[in-house]
């Protein structure tokens, strides 16, 4: 199965800062890959798929890039409602599989 | 507005079963792939199962060992997972999900005795 890695594990950030979070394949899944917020006690949410398509409602702020095996979600100015945890997802291939996330806190 | 409403979660005990639901709706259901996703409590996102848009392909993750069964019914926009011998590491939110597109808001399964 393709391994994702994300990092960093925790980045502190504060208000109106840009944030950049980063996420690595163990191959190639092309450009099938999504980000996902999940605030606490909420369902997950998702944000960016075709590695730099945002999903419907989703404030221009969040912008993902990359392609291959090199992924990063960029926040270019946090909110406070954006601290949360970020995975990545790869859907190039089945089992579908995610990042262990990375939690964007004050 | 696409929407993906789950149901069917509950407290069972060890080697019972479950069947959850999902109500999809704003999008053209029988066209798309499915997948089923948990995530156990303070734990990351684990795949469960998938369906092909017309239910004739299925896959599961390897810890499902038979025990699940991905189904749909196009005709009523909903899937289901059925779930016999269940363990407490099944315990977990359960997500219906349309890659590309959205998750449902997840049914809780708790397994203990």
């Known amino acids: 199965e393709i391994v994702m890695t994300q990092s960093p594990a925790t980045l502190s950030v504060s208000p109106g800062e840009r944030a950049t979070l980063s996420c690595r394949a163990s191959?190639?899944?092309?450009?099938?890959l999504a980000w996902i917020q999940q605030k606490p006690g909420q369902a997950p949410r998702l944000l960016i798929f075709g590695a730099a398509t945002r999903a419907t409602g989703i404030p221009a702020r969040f912008s993902g890039s990359g392609s291959g095996r090199e992924f990063t979600l960029t926040i270019s100015s946090l909110q406070s409602e954006d601290f949360a945890v970020y995975y990545c997802?790869?859907?190039?291939?089945?089992?579908?599989?995610f990042g262990g996330g990375t939690k964007v806190e004050i | 507005e696409v929407q993906l409403v789950e149901s069917g979660g509950g407290l069972v005990q060890p080697g019972g079963s479950l069947r959850l639901s999902c109500a999809a709706s704003?999008?053209?259901?029988?066209?798309?792939?499915m997948h089923w996703v948990r995530q156990a409590p303070g734990k990351g996102l684990e795949w469960v199962s998938r369906i092909a848009s017309d239910g004739s392909t299925t896959n599961n993750a390897d810890f499902v060992k038979g025990r699940f069964t991905i189904s749909r019914d196009n005709a009523k926009n909903t899937l289901y997972l059925q779930m016999n011998s269940l363990t407490v590491e099944d315990t977990a939110m359960y997500y219906c999900?349309?890659?590309?597109?959205?998750w449902g808001q997840g049914t809780m399964v708790t397994v203990s005795s």
């Open positions: 704003g999008f053209t259901f029988s066209s798309y792939w």
């Open positions: 997802q790869q859907y190039s291939d089945w089992p579908l599989t």
């Open positions: 999900v349309r890659v590309e597109m959205g």
């Open positions: 191959q190639s899944v092309s450009s099938n």
